[in-house]
């Protein structure tokens, strides 16, 4: 069936390092959507992206969508502590039905 | 604006016993419902989502049911409870069209 592959599965980065996670479908994309779970929470809707090439900007976050809308990254610049947490991407296809990612877990090293 | 409850917010029930986790919304009308399941560390599972009352879609087969008795109420159900249904059940809603999901606070279930 359709999968959005997302890699890595955990990422560990000093305080002040970038933080990047991709995401691939083997199918093009109607729209693709970021979300992020703090630890014992759940997920938040942070961004959705819906045209080829897309790039928006939060503060330090970074959303990118490929020119094929097959691909996505999220990018942090200058990690914080209140960035910790699992980043999800989702894809959706004419039907808008999502189709998860399994995540990157961000995890800030003392 | 559109607030979304889900209860409650851990459980702990033996094997074999019945369950029920109810999620309601409120401040739209006709969403589209989710039932997802995720496992300690890992990602999410859709169980079931509905597109209107009585209309419900499973994702995966198991001993977990799913209805939808009014417009903004859903409901995920068993009949007995195995250990593997030991997990963390997010209930989540969505506008139409391309509109992103929103979650409940989520339910801990464990299973003894």
């Known amino acids: 069936g359709q999968q959005v592959m997302q890699i890595p599965q955990y990422q560990h980065v000093q305080e002040g390092e970038d933080f990047t996670t991709y995401c691939n479908s083997s199918t093009t994309l109607s729209n693709i959507q970021w979300y992020k779970q703090r630890p014992g929470g759940h997920p938040v809707f942070l961004i959705q992206?819906?045209?080829s090439g897309e790039v928006k900007k939060q503060k330090r976050l970074t959303f990118q969508f490929g020119e094929a809308k097959k691909n996505s990254s999220l990018h942090i610049t200058a990690t914080q502590t209140t960035d910790v947490g699992t980043y999800f991407c989702?894809?959706?296809?004419?039907?808008?039905?999502?189709?998860w990612g399994a995540g990157t877990k961000l995890i800030i090293k003392p | 604006s559109q607030t979304i409850h889900q209860w409650p917010a851990t459980l702990v029930q033996p094997v074999g016993s019945p369950l029920s986790l109810e999620c309601t919304v409120e401040?739209?009308?006709?969403?589209?419902l989710y039932w997802y399941r995720q496992a300690a560390g890992r990602g999410l599972q859709l169980l079931f989502y509905s597109v209107g009352i009585g209309q419900i879609s499973s994702e995966v087969p198991q001993n977990l049911s799913a209805s939808r008795p009014q417009d903004r109420q859903f409901i995920l159900s068993s009949k007995k409870l195995l250990l593997s249904d030991s997990g963390f059940y997010l209930c989540a809603w969505r506008g139409q069209g391309l509109q992103p999901q929103h979650f409940g606070d989520g339910t801990r279930l464990s299973i003894l």
């Open positions: 992206l819906v045209k």
């Open positions: 401040g739209t009308s006709n969403p589209n």
């Open positions: 989702a894809g959706s296809h004419s039907n808008y039905q999502l189709i």
